[in-house]
């Protein structure tokens, strides 16, 4: 199944609207949740794990179909396995003239960039409101390269502090992760249409090509360096259905 199949719906699933935006929480996506949450046994690290989960990737969602709307787009948004999606709906007016998404090779790079920017607001506020409680902002180097702030508020107890560390790792760390140019990521969507940009005839199996790529790097990388098998499962998966559009076997992804 591709990354990019919407779940079908089921009796199960949590239905509610924010700003406008109808969601979606399809019943797998709490227990992805409770599974990342859970390696420790503990319950209520679990249960910040998965108000994290959803807090963070519905903050994600929302910056993609925010910014579709402000090209005239609405969206819904669905949680479910893989994380989540924000799926066009209707095209609108803006300016003057008809428009959706994909009307622009730019404006998609903008919607695509839009979801991993909206983490990185939220977790500058975040930082910003510890801050402004008199708690401690520090910044640590993963692997010496990637920057992680770390924030803390000595006076709130471990829970607290348990759900901000929680949160600014979502945000910030597989922020930075969903910006690799491995489609169908948001990266791998923005380096797609950055091919096309410079190459519209050849743009799309460039883009694969570097798909392929980074992602078997990527799954090395998390396997080796994270001593992650998530991440080197996920990241070889979307190599292989890369690999797939590439040499043009199994089913399109776009």
Not at 166 to 184: E, K, Q, R
Request: glycine fraction near 14%; aromatic fraction near 12%; hydrophobic fraction near 55%.
């Amino acid at each position: 199944m591709s990354f990019l199949s919407v779940p079908p719906q089921t009796p199960y699933d949590l239905n509610f609207e924010i700003f406008g935006v109808p969601v979606r929480v399809h019943p797998l996506f709490w227990l992805i949740a409770i599974l990342f949450g859970g390696a420790g046994g503990n319950i209520t690290y679990t249960l910040l794990v998965v108000v994290a989960f959803f807090v963070s990737i519905l903050i994600h969602e929302l910056g993609h179909s925010l910014m579709m709307r402000q090209y005239g787009q609405e969206s819904y948004i669905v949680l479910y396995g893989m994380g989540g999606l924000a799926v066009p709906t209707s095209s609108g007016v803006l300016g003057g003239r008809r428009v959706g998404v994909g009307t622009s090779l730019v404006e998609r790079i903008y919607i695509s960039l839009a979801g991993p920017f909206a983490g990185f607001l939220f977790a500058g506020v975040i930082c910003a409101l510890v801050f402004a409680l008199g708690g401690d902002i520090s910044i640590s180097w993963l692997l010496g390269v990637i920057p992680l702030p770390n924030a803390s508020l000595p006076s709130a107890g471990w829970a607290a502090n348990s759900l901000i560390a929680i949160l600014m790792f979502i945000n910030v760390f597989w922020g930075l992760i969903n910006l690799m140019p491995v489609y169908p990521l948001d990266g791998g969507q923005v380096s797609r249409n950055l091919f096309l940009l410079g190459d519209p005839h050849d743009g799309v199996r460039k883009s694969l090509m570097l798909s392929v790529g980074a992602g078997v790097l990527m799954a090395i990388g998390g396997a080796v360096a994270f001593n992650s098998i998530w991440l080197a499962l996920i990241f070889g998966l979307l190599a292989f259905q890369s690999w797939q559009q590439l040499s043009g076997s199994g089913r399109s992804m776009f």
